[in-house]
């Protein structure tokens, strides 16, 4: 994480125009490897102004351009953030599911995609109203930083707010340049991205366009993913700024290579698992028999605009997108033939779109300046959804894999609207910060496929959620903070989707609510070392929890109460003749406190690591032209159910090398990059899927893995 440097061309472009501080630019006065040493890093998360990151009452960290983009082929989100404390982010080497990402437990129970984690670019949502995402529609080529705030203060962005991370692109300024990427790697890995950026007459644009295959390291695992990006930046006059975004993913018929159980593992952590019930010889597996897999096709388009009068600020943000998703799931014909369930087949559009306006005013009190932001947020959703049975039984036999009768037919319309009001004041040493956000999710289903029964129906959410922080600045260098917070975590329209059973709409379940308690330690020790602490405590009522899952569909109930306890710690520090060391380290302890069903009080939550650990030692040539580095990731043993009594995903350790270099003739620049992955070859579970009924829990992860590539750029 980037603590210690800001770019001096990014605050300032961004401070004149609209404030918003992007960190990751190269500026006046940086070094080779465009690090800027001495200027704070400037953040806008969690307090929605440009804020100095070591005077935020908060766990905040942020990832910078170089970390993002430097010797990494930028596919997954996972790559950049493993380094970041509290946060746990997996890929399961499937990218029909996404990434799994948690913080501070927040978010582990996800089969697919990102919830109870909400997640921004380039200040739209992208997250979903009822809080499930996407990390995959981050465009990271065009990364320019990405801000990762934990705790109290991620209520200020409302329902499903355990955390944020907030994506950044880079800003459009000077000359126009073009760059091509190539890289490639282990498992048919490769990646072909070509962009352009540049500004003229004070109209910036950026573009980009890439495409990434793979043959999978886990059996039937494949992919494709198609991504593009366009941002023009606009200022109507010397105090205003315009930014329009448009972004696309594509992935057709992607693999899905389920999970396994601990047997499957041992034998080969490659292999998918065997469908006992094929009469073939040899067996095939699940995801071959059933040829599970997912297409996606998500576009999006968004504004924000940026007016100041003085040290006041009006902003408005809108945005559009629609989302296809089809997936073929793993389910047997006898397992579908209840006349309440919905088949083996997902299919909608989705429509969305949302608005968020907001006004801030600076006033002076008691010596002391105050900044006020009160605003509205709108997200609304449309899903046309249908399900179908996944054969077709015919004279000929019966064929899985494919499209059959229809079994589901509706429309899902999602909600919320969300004023919120925050206020800080900063005098002297002291800086107090306080949050106060309504928050209303109305669900609606309209059934129209009634042979069934009528699943149509209505449930609203709503909660009002407070946050306050304050932040002593003890003397320079050593900052001391504490915060609390109530949130508020709605269940997503997939864990309404379906009750136990395989039925209908659960709209029995109720909202998850939390209250947030913490308290850190900001420090710069000498000039360039820095050492972050914080401690917290999470106490939830009616966590919601797996209740039954079986070959890609799950069910959700209300547990009772749950306690999260934990620490995280992050050390920055230079050694010498271009050495620098980094360290984060995490601890959580998440309980049951009350017992329900099977599950006793003190059974440890799901899918969340009690300790996990990452750790960098790196070089650089004083002209920033070579680098090098070895990394160490570890986290402790993973529970795979509620009880705790099946057997857990083992603890792990595993360490990555990576070498770059870089060289400047005349206009080009170029770069290279050679990465080995999981050195050692170790075998382990790189995540697990939350109390599958079958108990296929395991998801494994690559063993040794290579990665190289090559850049080059021209200005113009």
Known sequence: MKHGACKLNAIAALCAAAGVAPAGAAGPGADASGETPGIPVVIVTGSRVEHDIADFPAAIDVVDARQIRDTQMRVNAS????????????????????????????????????????????????????????????????????????????????????????????????????????????????????????????????????????????????????????????????????????????????????????????????????DATDTQTPKRTLADRYNTRKSIDHQQAGAVFEQRFGDDRLRAMVYVGNRRVIQYQAFSRAFQAPATHSGGVVDFDRRFYGTDLSWMFVRPLANGKLSTTVGLAVDRSVDDRQGYENFIADQSGVRFGVKGALRRDEDDVLTNVDPYVQTEWQGGPWVVTAGLRHSRLKVEVDDRFLSNGNDSGRIDYRRTTPVLGVLYKVQRGLNLYASAARGFETPTLNELFYSSGGTGFNFRLAPAKSRHLEVGAKTVLGTDTRLDVALFQVRTDDELVVDSSVAGRTSYRNAAQTLRRGAEVSLDTPIAAGWNARVALSAVRATYETGFGAVQPGSRLPGVPRASLYGELAWKDDAGRFGAAVETIANSKVFAEDTNTERPAPGYAVMNLRFQARQEVERWRFKQFIRLNNLFDRNYIGSVIVADTNKRYYEAAPGRQWMAGFSAEYQF
């Open 79 to 274: 790559e950049s953030l493993v380094g970041v404390p509290g946060l746990v982010v997996h890929n399961r080497e499937n990218y029909a599911q996404d990434l799994q990402i948690s913080s501070r437990g927040f978010g582990a129970r996800s089969t697919f995609g990102v919830r109870g984690v909400r997640l921004i670019a380039d200040g739209i949502p992208a997250t979903m109203p009822d809080g499930q995402g996407q990390a995959a529609t981050f465009n990271l080529d065009m990364a320019e930083r990405i801000e990762v705030l934990r705790g109290p203060f991620s209520v200020v962005y409302g329902n499903h707010s355990g955390g944020v991370i907030q994506l950044f692109t880079r800003e459009p300024r000077g000359r126009p340049t073009v760059e091509t990427n190539i890289s490639g790697g282990s498992d048919g890995m490769w990646k072909a991205d070509v962009n352009a950026q540049g500004e003229t007459n004070g109209i910036g644009y950026v573009v980009d366009a890439s495409r990434f295959g793979t043959e999978g390291y886990r059996a039937h695992s494949a992919a494709r993913r198609d991504q593009g990006f366009a941002k023009l930046s606009l200022k109507p006059s010397a105090t205003s700024k315009l930014t329009v975004t448009a972004s696309s993913l594509s992935q057709d018929d992607t693999q899905d290579p389920l999970g396994v159980t601990w047997a499957t593992f041992a034998r080969d952590p490659r292999a998918g698992e065997i």
